[in-house]
């Protein structure tokens, strides 16, 4: 045997792909282990809350991920049960044998479909305990949240005379706990902490700067007017607790991102740091939203009608209240940091609670009420019955919760009066603000809207626009940002809130249906991608590659048309895919429309494909001035099966689409109201007529609306039997007022040919009788200027018509010309 030369190695085997069941297989162990992993961390934090909610997220994706693997496996096993179907049935005893090649297929299909159903088993007992661990772990975080409120402690003297002997080695270990993080900082992370002290600043000021650049006309009072409106008022409100509140938030978390990305902050003084700027952003909400509603030193700026004495205590109260339970959430936070007796946390949370309830009790002694017609710098009176109960009623329960031992309930109860209600009161100044904003005409009231139109140039039409786009954002963010408070208000973390929101936004099922928002906001980036791109790339092939070419111009025209239909088309497309709709379903409409039609549904169809086509095209749009067949009116309505057309007589039509898309349409207001009118004048042979086109000239250069460019034109447009017909031509700036203008054009003309003596009696043949002949004729001026009636007779005419008892009439011309319509 001959051997293999040195340094070269022999040939490794090819590895074996594993098979789609050997890889589910692998991956279901993986989901089993981090199962069992999940179970063994739910059993180690069942009193940590948050932990808790962060385990639940991961369960419930551990769930998702083994319903995703037993998913796979079905296209398998249905390839495998349609070729058992081509196979059949082993042939049954007595029967001729099947061949080798069919039984070992058999054979194989069969053993592979019993991997598979196996595998789906495991799946299946792996999602029931993913399950029943998730529903373990909301149980837990119930009876816990519940066991934290109602919790019983018995208040007795031994328990305070524990507490105080608590307060001086807390207040040791605390002070030690601080001065060395301080020490080690100066000594140690000099730099990094005077960093991010320099940075925090810095961050401060420039929030300072923007916020007061833009958001300065919305917050200051001074220049809004002393005597402001009531959407201003609430404006001023909403935003001056928003944004010295997002200011103050933004600056601590900008402290504490700082501070711990130099690694200045330590383990065992990170808590406090944090719990002191949370406490801080919630008192400068509760202050700044206290001051907005009461306005204690503005009384033109106040939303509630409450005196200036009064308003000064409401707001010294509520803050009050705001620092005892700021107060009382660091202290807890400093035992829980120091691990110092539970029982020293029991009576501090004791005393904050009893003091809350006396503030709300010595708040039923104010004297806030201003009656009608009275100024708001006077004594007040006292709340009514109800309200003045209420406080008085909810500041005992306190007190008597706290004495009876259920600290928690009390404490919790304390927490929810003074940041829910802020919260809430919030939330209502903000839909009453977004809903006075999106009112009609609101926002050209405001300072805002005078600045706007002012700085842009925007007309009422846009300002009303953008002041609905205004209330719209303004309850988004009411909603995206005060939800969330609520929700941990009320003991809900962050991670059951990212969770619920990515739900909402991913994954919402609506029976069969799965439906995405971001989905849905993907898809229509997407299009609107694709169509700027198909516009652009319309441009380019037409100015670049056939202009170049020389093409004829319908070619081009056809050509552009047809890639932004196809561009369209495909952008449509892949929208609807990326929205994560199926386009199964766009086929099985098309189908059920392809039998609709077939089954005499034609005349819908087509009025249906041409609302579209008049939808897409726009060949007129609403207020449009449109002439099709014998209608005639203006378009009130597009719909995709007919259009709604009212006429000068104020009937409205109903117009299937087909017969605008098969039959010629005119729009007299297509691209703008720009239109020319004309006016038949009709005079007899002894005018002059350049002096009559002279006439009529200046008679239109005297009106108004007749625009001077294009000029008026006075045309002698044709010979009569008897007569000259001439036709005065005049532009108007719209059309629509066509009417008005021929009418003072008709009167005019009239007015100005009679003082000057323009037209000449009517001869004998000139007058068709109609009666036995008549006796002495009258010479007479006879003017028609209206070709659609009898032109006015002269009284002498008529009296020698009365005198002789004949009817007799001059010959008109009719002339019907467009634009001539009333």
């Not at 959430?329 to 949370?349: C, D, H, Q, R, W």
């Not at 009569?720 to 059309?735: H, K, N, P, Q, S």
Request: aromatic residues 8%.
């Amino acid at each position: 045997m001959a051997q293999e030369p040195a340094g070269q190695s022999a040939p490794q085997p090819v590895a074996a792909v594993a098979s789609p069941q050997a890889q589910a297989a692998e991956q279901l162990e993986v989901a089993r282990k981090n199962l069992a992993r999940l179970t063994d961390q739910t059993n180690n934090a069942k009193n940590d809350d948050s932990r808790l909610a962060e385990l639940k997220v991961e369960v419930d994706a551990a769930a998702k991920q083994i319903i995703a693997i037993s998913v796979a496996t079905r296209p398998r096993l249905d390839e495998i049960k349609a070729r058992l179907a081509e196979l059949g049935d082993p042939p049954k005893d007595g029967a001729a044998p099947e061949a080798d090649v069919v039984a070992q297929e058999r054979k194989r299909l069969l053993a592979e479909r019993g991997e598979i159903n196996a595998l789906t088993g495991t799946a299946e007992d792996l999602s029931v305990q993913a399950t029943k661990l998730s529903n373990g772990i909301t149980a837990t975080r119930r009876a816990l949240f519940s066991n934290t409120l109602l919790k019983h402690t018995d208040i007795n003297g031994s328990m305070v005379m524990d507490a105080i002997a608590a307060i001086s080695m807390e207040r040791q270990a605390f002070t030690r706990t601080v001065g060395s993080w301080l020490t080690f900082a100066w000594n140690f992370k000099r730099l990094q902490f005077l960093t991010a002290l320099f940075l925090s600043l810095c961050a401060a000021f420039v929030l300072h700067a923007v916020t007061r650049r833009v958001f300065s006309p919305l917050i200051d009072r001074e220049t809004l007017g002393e005597e402001p409106g009531y959407i201003t008022r609430l404006s001023v409100a909403f935003w001056s607790t928003m944004v010295p509140t997002m200011a103050t938030g933004v600056f601590a978390a900008t402290s504490y991102f700082f501070l711990q990305v130099f690694k200045v902050l330590r383990p065992d003084i990170a808590p406090f740091i944090s719990a002191t700027l949370a406490i801080s952003v919630a008192l400068m909400f509760v202050s700044t939203l206290s001051n907005a509603v009461l306005a204690p030193k503005q009384n033109a700026w106040r939303l509630v009608r409450v005196s200036d004495h009064g308003a000064r205590l409401l707001v010294l109260s509520i803050f009050a209240m705001a620092v005892v339970n700021g107060l009382d959430y660091l202290a807890g936070t400093i035992s829980e940091m120091l691990g110092s007796p539970v029982v020293f946390t029991v009576v501090k949370s004791l005393v904050a609670t009893i003091i809350i309830g006396l503030i709300l009790m010595a708040m039923s002694l104010i004297k806030p009420i201003v009656p009608a017609g009275e100024t708001l710098d006077g004594q007040g009176r006292p709340w009514p019955r109800a309200v003045s109960l209420l406080f008085v009623l909810t500041g005992v329960a306190l007190i008597l919760a706290t004495l009876a031992g259920y600290v928690g309930l009390a404490r919790f109860i304390a927490t929810q009066i003074v940041m829910t209600g802020a919260i809430l009161v919030t939330m209502y100044i903000g839909i009453l603000t977004g809903k006075a904003v999106a009112k009609q005409n609101a926002l050209a009231d405001t300072v805002v809207g005078r600045y706007l139109e002012k700085r842009f140039g925007m007309e009422q039409v846009a300002l009303d626009q953008t002041g609905l786009a205004a209330g719209l954002g303004i309850y988004v963010l009411v909603v995206l940002f005060f939800i969330p408070l609520i929700l941990l208000q009320w003991g809900f973390q962050i991670a059951d809130i990212e969770a619920w929101a990515y739900r909402i936004f991913t994954d919402i099922n609506i029976g069969s249906i799965k439906i995405s928002i971001v989905g849905i906001l993907a898809g229509v980036l997407l299009f609107a991608a694709g169509y700027v791109v198909t516009r652009w790339f319309q441009r380019w092939i037409d100015g670049n590659v056939m202009a170049r070419s020389r093409v004829d111009t319908g070619v081009r025209n056809s050509v552009k048309t047809g890639i932004g239909y196809l561009g369209i088309g495909l952008a449509g497309l892949i929208g609807i895919s990326a929205a994560g709709f199926n386009l199964s379903n766009l086929a099985l409409v098309a189908g059920a429309l392809s039998l609709g039609v077939g089954f005499g549904l034609q005349n819908i169809v087509s009025n249906f494909v041409s609302g579209l086509i008049l939808l897409v095209e726009r060949p007129f749009k609403v207020g449009d001035w449109v002439v099709t067949g014998t209608t005639e009116g203006f378009v009130k309505r597009i719909s995709v099966r007919a259009t709604e057309i009212e006429t000068f007589q104020r009937q409205t039509i109903m117009v299937p689409n087909s017969l605008f898309i098969n039959a010629s349409v005119g729009n007299w207001t297509h691209k703008n109201k720009l239109g020319r009118s004309d006016i038949p004048v009709t005079v007899s042979y002894s005018s002059a007529p350049r002096q009559v086109m002279d006439t009529l000239l200046k008679i239109a250069a005297a009106h108004p609306l007749v625009l001077k460019n294009p000029q008026p034109l006075a045309v002698f447009s044709a010979f009569g039997d008897a007569t000259m017909t001439f036709e005065l031509r005049v532009y108007l700036a719209d059309i629509v007022n066509g009417t008005g203008v021929r009418n003072d054009l008709r009167l005019a003309i009239y007015e100005q040919f009679k003082e000057e003596g323009l037209g000449a009696p009517f001869s004998k043949e000139e007058l068709e009788p109609e009666a036995p002949p008549p006796g002495p004729e009258t010479d007479a001026l006879t003017l028609q200027a209206d070709a659609a009636g009898p032109a006015e007779v002269p009284s002498p005419l008529e009296d020698t018509i009365r005198r002789s008892g004949t009817q007799r009439r001059p010959r008109r011309v009719t002339v019907e010309t467009v634009g001539d319509r009333d």
